[in-house]
């Protein structure tokens, strides 16, 4: 018999059960659907949590004031006060592999504007800081390194900063006071969110660090050094080159433990790119089960069919149909059952991805790779699932058949 014809008939039989058909196709439909969605959202999850650290900045290194030993008792990170201005002078002249660096330091404040007032982060640095975080201005622009050395009461403002201070008023030009002190904005940072550590990014304001040192804190030390590297292939490099110039610079004996640490941004997009395929991979095979339940479905309608359909097989193998014939039919009927379910299983999976988009406004990141893997999943599970009834069709006696009521 030929496939075509095999096929014919084989979409009639499904054709004569319209509605056990479609319940039969529910379980593909659904499994498919789930994978496509599933990994739609662990992709989109994984996208945005990158989107996020590279927001921070490109090819970045936190170098941070380490931990200290008194009197066997070891104080936290950042207890360390041997970060100074000149460290980051000798990473910039002496570390081949860095871009760019400046120093960090930071305290809370109470800022107040008008009948307005926003607590908040006061953070020093230098211009460059902006340039190694890749962050633009909406409007004005940075403090100049004249205002550093100055130490000029001068700032940049981020977005949440503006929002709570100034409404819809343009800052650029007012006096805010921080604490008992008055700054004239100078710039507005454009908003760039949460950060991939869940901190806003935008609630803070910004000064020349030797406005910081000299007339909020009092204090000649840094906490931090910000750090870009030439390139993210260099960024491990350039790590090696600052530990080496540190330690040299604060002379610590071979063997001794560091007086500061080195964070590398590249370490953690590596952590957090890890972990989101961990939960694709765990969301994807939870939707996976409903297709090997739907595969047991088509398995369970078909072994009906079947036994249904006993006297029509023993008539067809009389008038010359082949175990082969009868074969193939069966299994024909369960991968077109298991075909059809996938394809609309693809149009709900990617519908349910657009939904979820628009209505829980999610990052959801359609896999034509998961499409790919559903279609084929589908297929395999229909060839798998439908094989037994299949066979079990092709066995049967055509004189037992023909005498089946």
Same mark, same amino acid.
């Given at each position: ?6 096929? /014919?008939?084989?979409l009639?039989a499904?054709?004569?059960? /319209?509605l ?5 196709m529910?379980? *593909? ?5 789930a994978?496509i969605?599933m990994?739609?959202? =662990?992709?989109?999850?994984?996208k945005e949590?990158?989107? &996020? *650290?590279?927001?921070?900045g490109?090819?970045?290194?936190y $170098?941070?004031?380490g931990?200290?030993?008194m009197?066997?008792t070891?104080?936290?990170a #950042?207890?360390t ?9 000798a990473? @910039?002249?002496?570390?081949?592999a ?5 120093p960090?330091?930071? +305290? ?6 008008g ?13 460059q800081?902006?340039d190694i ?7 004005g ?7 550093v &050395?100055r +130490?000029?009461? $001068?700032?940049?403002? =981020?977005e ?9 008023s ?5 006096? *805010?006071r921080a ?7 100078? !710039?507005?940072?454009?908003? /760039? ?12 304001i ?5 406005t910081?040192q000299? /007339? ?9 050094i910000m ?6 292939g260099?960024?491990?490099a ?9 330690r040299?610079?604060h002379r ?36 996976g089960?409903?297709?090997i339940? =739907?595969?047991i479905? %088509? ?7 079947v036994?249904? &359909?006993?006297?029509?097989? =023993?008539?067809?193998? +009389?008038?010359? +149909? ?6 193939r039919?069966f299994? @024909?009927?369960?991968v ?8 609309? !299983?693809?149009i709900?999976g ?6 979820i ?11 034509m790779?998961a ?9 395999? %599970? #229909?060839v798998?699932? !439908? ?11 055509? *004189?037992?058949?023909? &005498?089946?009521?």
């Amino acid at each position: 018999m030929e496939l075509l014809e095999t096929m /014919k008939i084989a979409l009639r039989a499904l054709a004569r059960n /319209k509605l056990r058909s479609a319940l039969t196709m529910l379980g *593909i439909i659904i499994g498919v659907g789930a994978v496509i969605a599933m990994v739609g959202i =662990g992709n989109g999850a994984q996208k945005e949590v990158q989107d &996020r *650290i590279a927001a921070m900045g490109t090819n970045l290194l936190y $170098v941070s004031a380490g931990s200290v030993n008194m009197g066997g008792t070891h104080l936290g990170a #950042g207890a360390t006060q041997t970060l100074v201005s000149s460290d980051v002078t000798a990473i @910039l002249s002496e570390a081949p592999a860095v871009a760019n660096a400046a120093p960090v330091s930071s +305290a809370s404040t109470q800022l107040v504007f008008g009948n307005q007032n926003w607590a908040t982060t006061v953070t020093g640095t230098e211009p460059q800081y902006f340039d190694i975080r890749d962050w633009a201005f909406s409007q004005g622009d940075t403090f100049s390194q004249d205002d550093v &050395r100055r +130490a000029a009461n $001068v700032a940049v403002i =981020g977005e949440t900063v503006r929002q709570n201070l100034f409404g819809n008023s343009n800052p650029v030009g007012q006096t *805010i006071r921080a604490g008992n002190l008055p700054f004239t904005v100078v !710039g507005v940072l454009t908003a /760039k969110g949460t950060s991939g550590m869940g901190g806003d990014q935008d609630d803070g304001i910004y000064v020349p660090i030797t406005t910081l040192q000299k /007339k909020i804190t009092g204090q000649n030390w840094l906490r931090n050094i910000m750090v870009s590297a030439k390139s993210q292939g260099e960024s491990y490099a350039a790590q090696d080159q600052i530990t080496a110039i540190l330690r040299d610079r604060h002379r610590i004996r071979a063997g001794a433990p560091d007086d500061f640490s080195i964070r590398n941004l590249a370490d953690i997009a590596e952590l957090a790119d890890q972990s989101a395929q961990v939960m694709t991979m765990l969301l994807a095979s939870i939707a996976g089960v409903s297709l090997i339940v =739907g595969g047991i479905g %088509i398995m369970n309608i078909m072994l009906v069919s079947v036994t249904e &359909r006993t006297k029509e097989i =023993g008539v067809r193998v +009389a008038i010359g +149909a082949t175990e082969q014939d009868v074969q193939r039919q069966f299994l @024909l009927e369960s991968v077109v059952l298991s075909l059809l379910g996938g394809a609309v !299983g693809i149009i709900v999976g990617i519908g349910s991805s657009i939904l979820i988009n628009y209505v829980l406004h999610w990052t959801v990141s359609v896999s034509m790779l998961a499409v790919g893997a559903a279609v084929i999943f589908s297929t395999a %599970i #229909g060839v798998a699932f !439908g094989y037994y009834p299949a066979r079990k069709a092709a066995r049967l006696d055509p *004189i037992e058949a023909l &005498r089946f009521e």
